[in-house]
C-alpha cells in the first residue's frame, strides 16, 4: 500500500524527512518521485521544488540498509547518499561498491556481493578486529547497523527534472540456523554434545603418528582431540560404525547440561551470512502492499537464494 504524506516531498528537508516507519523485520520498499525545480509564487517569494528528496529509516535493533537504482529514465544523474543519525553532527555514511567482498555466484550467474549498495557501519576506528570466521574476516564497515535512525537522499546531479525509482530493503541477521541433514539409510540424526567423558573416550594426541582404531576396544568407543588433529603421511585414523572421533574444545563440566550443539556458530556468525532470499523478499513486499502492486523487477537480480 503506498504511503500517504500530508508534506509533499518538494516542502521536506534534511529537517523533516519522510519516514518509512521502524524496522524490526525484512521490509521491501520502493520509492518513486521527481526531482525538479518550479517555478511558481509562494508565500515566501518565487519558487519551489527541490533537487534532493530526504526519506527517514528507523532501526528497532541492528540490521542492514540496501539501496539500489532501478532502471528508471537516466539512473546515472542520479545520486544517493546515506546518513548517520545517531552521532553529532550528522555523520555521513559510505555505501560499498563492486569492490566489497565477494562470495560465489548469485542466482543469476554472477559473482555475488553480499554487501553491494548497503550502507556501510562504523562501529571501530581501524576495522581490523580479525577474524577468520567471517565472510569480511572482520572488518566492522560490514557488520550490521546499529539500532538508531539514518538518512536517506535521493538527489539530482542535473540542473532539469529527473524521474527516479530507488528500491530500498531492510535486512535483518537470522536468528535461527538449519541443519541439513542426510543418511543414505534414511535415518538422520543430530548429535548434541556434552563435556567429554574420558571413562569411555580415547584420548588421541595430535600429531598422529601411528595407524589408530577408534572402537577397536569396546571400552572405548569414542574418540577426542583438542582443537585440531595433523595425521601424517602413510598414517590412517579409522573409526568403527557407532562410534564417533570429536576434534574440538573441550566443553567444561560445570555446563554439562547444557547440551551444546556440535557445529554451533560461534559468536557473530548471525552477523556474516549475507544471504538474500527472494521469496522472503517477496513475503515482506505482500505483506505491505496491495495484490496488484507488483513485486518490482529490480530486487531480484540482488537475490542469491529462493
Known amino acids: 500500500m503506498a504511503r500517504v504524506s500530508a508534506v509533499a516531498q518538494d516542502q521536506r528537508s534534511v529537517h523533516n524527512p519522510l519516514v518509512l516507519g521502524t524496522f524490526s523485520s525484512t521490509s521491501v520498499r520502493y520509492l518513486r518521485g521527481t526531482l525538479k525545480q518550479d517555478y511558481v509564487v509562494q508565500q515566501n517569494g518565487y519558487g519551489g521544488g527541490t533537487y534532493n528528496h530526504w526519506f527517514q529509516v528507523n532501526l528497532a535493533q541492528p540490521g542492514w540498509i540496501i539501496v539500489t537504482k532501478a532502471a528508471a529514465p537516466r539512473p546515472q544523474y542520479l545520486q544517493i547518499?546515506?546518513?548517520?543519525?545517531?552521532?553529532?553532527?550528522?555523520?555521513?555514511?559510505e555505501i560499498f561498491d563492486a569492490d566489497s567482498v565477494e562470495d560465489g555466484l548469485n542466482r543469476a550467474g554472477e559473482v555475488y556481493i553480499p554487501y553491494l549498495d548497503t550502507m556501510m557501519s562504523r562501529q571501530s576506528d581501524l576495522y581490523n578486529t580479525y577474524s577468520r570466521w567471517r565472510l569480511d574476516r572482520g572488518d566492522d564497515r560490514y557488520y550490521p547497523l546499529s539500532d538508531g535512525s539514518y538518512l536517506i537522499c535521493v538527489s539530482s546531479t542535473r540542473n532539469e527534472p529527473l524521474d527516479y525509482e530507488v528500491g530500498v530493503v531492510i535486512e535483518f541477521p537470522p536468528t535461527e540456523l538449519d541443519f541439513a541433514l542426510e543418511d543414505e539409510n534414511g535415518i538422520a540424526l543430530l548429535l548434541k554434545e556434552t563435556a567429554v567423558?574420558?571413562?569411555?573416550?580415547?584420548n588421541i594426541e595430535s600429531p598422529v603418528t601411528?595407524?589408530?582404531?577408534?572402537?577397536?576396544?569396546?571400552?572405548?568407543?569414542?574418540?577426542?582431540?583438542?582443537?585440531?588433529?595433523?595425521?601424517?603421511?602413510g598414517v590412517t585414523v579409522t573409526v568403527n560404525s557407532g562410534s564417533t572421533w570429536f576434534i574440538g574444545e573441550q566443553i567444561p563440566s560445570a555446563q554439562a547440561d547444557e547440551y551444546i550443539v556440535l557445529l554451533e556458530p560461534v559468536d557473530g556468525f548471525f552477523d556474516t551470512v549475507h544471504d538474500h532470499s527472494l521469496s522472503e523478499w517477496r513475503t515482506a513486499w505482500e505483506a505491505q502492499h496491495q495484490q496488484d502492486d507488483r513485486f518490482p523487477a529490480v530486487f531480484a537480480p540482488l537475490t542469491n537464494r529462493l
Open 81 to 93: 547518499s546515506t546518513y548517520d543519525l545517531n552521532k553529532t553532527p550528522i555523520q555521513g555514511e
Open 210 to 233: 601411528a595407524n589408530v582404531t577408534i572402537g577397536s576396544n569396546p571400552d572405548l568407543p569414542n574418540g577426542f582431540t583438542e582443537l585440531t588433529c595433523t595425521v601424517n603421511s
Open 197 to 202: 567423558d574420558f571413562t569411555k573416550t580415547v
